[in-house]
């Protein structure tokens, strides 16, 4: 895969060979994630065959990374399947056979980031005491209905109060905060506990969103995020069997490693368009062929150059970016030439992007209870804060839990902890020792255990300062809809630029799905949706083509 050699195969199919005077249309994909691949596979399958994937990293996959350890797959990026009725990758999954060993465990568990549905989830204080079972229960339910009135905003059209600042976190610590201290059979030591309970709640519901705060998703739009009905599962012998399964059809040599894109110079030949058509003219009389009409530029070369960081530039008929909203939003300006028109940059401002870090820590023998999935940290000193943000030295505080990897069969002795936020981009830079040593320290605290050993191993992931990545995925920020992931998703030139190539920039991966955004299966379906919508233009063309009455 490392060589980047462009296919000059000019088999002529239905497709394109008419079209382009007997040359295959030529098409770049950017990103050799879930996005990148399904887009890739469907033209091959429709017959393109002059497809090329640049992807920055060395190897396939983007926020899919599956690591070996030990006889465990351990999942730093994407963990599972949301959903089974009409989801693509479940069915991938169920039908490959990578389904048979998720234990019973492993399925229809109500916290997407929890491993396990058996055993009890500890709720631990700073002070080392736990949170009594009956008062979780009690305050879960509370937040639970709190939680679903977050979703009626969207859903039911609902309007947005002033006082909430169109915020989930603001909405909802105010509406629980209300709640609890309204509630004449609690004790204020009972009503201090739920308090803190509610901002470790929040913490989990960031990392879930991957957001910095759930103060900055949007209330207005949160319910517009779409459930696929079903359960949520693990693939034990992990994700990148799913992404293996895309790739395994497309032939190697389509597929360059190591290859960062510089810069997409697009409309290239709508630049030049105005002085070959003068140069034309002299050489032609004024009956022109109307097939060629908004479509000269296609005929005349290619309309878009990418330029490689190796310097290397690479010419195309259409680019299909799957790069992440993280990286968009870092590189869009030096990305384009020329310059992304304004309401898709607005977009690309708006919307929001994170980072939500894994921190897996394994242990000769547990120190946790048989019946323990979870030990959640719930600090009592912050229930009456209103943002949670931390100085550097104090990123640990964000981290919200420890989840139990279920079975121990598979995985040994493995906790999984949530962190997200700046607090996230503050752990990746520290080493394995300091984070190995604060987790201790952390966990000591909480149960009350001050026998509880360093991990022999630890292994973590660190999507906010990988540099081809920048974030684990998409959230509505305030401010922003899923107008604004339709915006990004929309190909350049917009229709309304008659005399450009058509579809010359097209834009895939998650944060383009309205309804499924932050999801794996988002980003398989964006993906498939570029690719037809390119097949789908073609058949069109070559439709009017062949049913135009001799002249």
């Not at 199919?13 to 994909?29: G, K, M, N, W, Y």
């Not at 568990?109 to 949170?131: C, D, E, P, W």
């Amino acid at each position: 895969m490392q060589s980047c050699e462009i296919s000059s195969d000019s088999t002529d199919d239905p497709l394109s060979s008419d079209l382009r005077t007997h040359r295959q249309a030529r098409i770049v994909v950017i990103g050799a994630g879930l996005a990148g691949l399904a887009a890739t596979k469907i033209l091959l399958k429709n017959g393109f065959t002059d497809v090329t994937v640049l992807e920055a990293s060395d190897h396939i996959g983007g926020r899919v990374q599956s690591v070996q350890q030990g006889k465990a797959t351990l999942e730093l990026g994407a963990t599972w399947i949301h959903g089974a009725n009409g989801n693509p990758v479940y069915h991938l999954a169920e039908d490959n056979g990578l389904l048979e060993h998720t234990t019973d465990g492993e399925r229809s568990v109500g916290r997407i980031s929890l491993y396990t549905k058996n055993g009890v989830a500890h709720y631990q204080t700073n002070n080392g005491k736990r949170i009594p079972k009956d008062l979780v229960e009690e305050f879960s339910d509370l937040y639970n209905e709190v939680y679903e009135l977050t979703q009626e905003f969207f859903q039911n059209g609902k309007p947005v109060c002033a006082e909430s600042q169109n915020s989930v976190g603001v909405f909802t610590r105010d509406v629980v905060r209300k709640k609890i201290m309204l509630d004449p059979d609690d004790s204020e030591s009972t009503k201090k506990l739920k308090l803190s309970m509610l901002q470790q709640y929040l913490k989990v519901e960031s990392c879930e969103s991957s957001s910095p705060s759930m103060d900055e998703v949007s209330l207005s739009e949160f319910g517009e995020w779409t459930e696929i009905p079903g359960a949520h599962y693990v693939i034990p012998e992990g994700f990148m069997k799913i992404v293996q399964l895309l790739a395994q059809d497309i032939p190697s040599r389509t597929i360059c490693l190591s290859k960062p894109v510089r810069c997409i110079h697009w409309n290239y030949s709508a630049q030049h368009q105005e002085g070959i058509a003068k140069s034309s003219d002299t050489n032609q009389d004024n009956n022109h062929n109307e097939n060629n009409h908004g479509c000269q530029p296609l005929i005349l070369g290619h309309p878009i150059y990418v330029e490689c960081e190796d310097e290397e530039w690479i010419t195309a008929d259409h680019v299909i970016i799957t790069a992440s909203l993280g990286v968009l939003k870092q590189n869009h300006e030096a990305m384009f030439s020329p310059s992304l028109p304004e309401d898709k940059v607005l977009a690309i401002e708006k919307l929001g992007i994170s980072t939500t870090d894994k921190i897996f820590l394994e242990y000769e023998e547990p120190f946790w209870s048989p019946e323990c999935n979870s030990i959640q940290f719930v600090w009592e000193d912050e229930a009456q804060l209103e943002q949670l943000v931390y100085p550097e030295e104090l990123w640990y505080k964000k981290i919200c839990s420890f989840d139990v990897l279920y079975p121990p069969e598979r995985y040994g002795y493995m906790l999984s902890g949530w962190i997200c936020g700046q607090e996230a981009l503050h752990m990746e830079r520290c080493d394995d020792e300091t984070v190995a040593e604060t987790c201790t320290e952390l966990l000591r605290r909480f149960t009350g255990n001050p026998d509880i050993p360093k991990p022999w191993r630890v292994l973590r992931s660190s999507w906010g300062s990988n540099p081809f990545i920048r974030g684990s995925y998409s959230f509505t920020r305030v401010g922003s809809s899923g107008e604004d992931c339709e915006r990004l998703a929309m190909p350049l030139p917009y229709a309304n630029s008659t005399k450009a190539s058509p579809l010359q920039v097209l834009f895939a991966g998650e944060a383009t799905h309205r309804k499924y955004y932050s999801t794996t299966h988002g980003a398989l379906l964006s993906g498939q949706r570029e690719a037809t919508r390119l097949i789908e233009m073609y058949q069109d063309l070559h439709r009017a083509e062949t049913t135009k009455p001799n002249m």
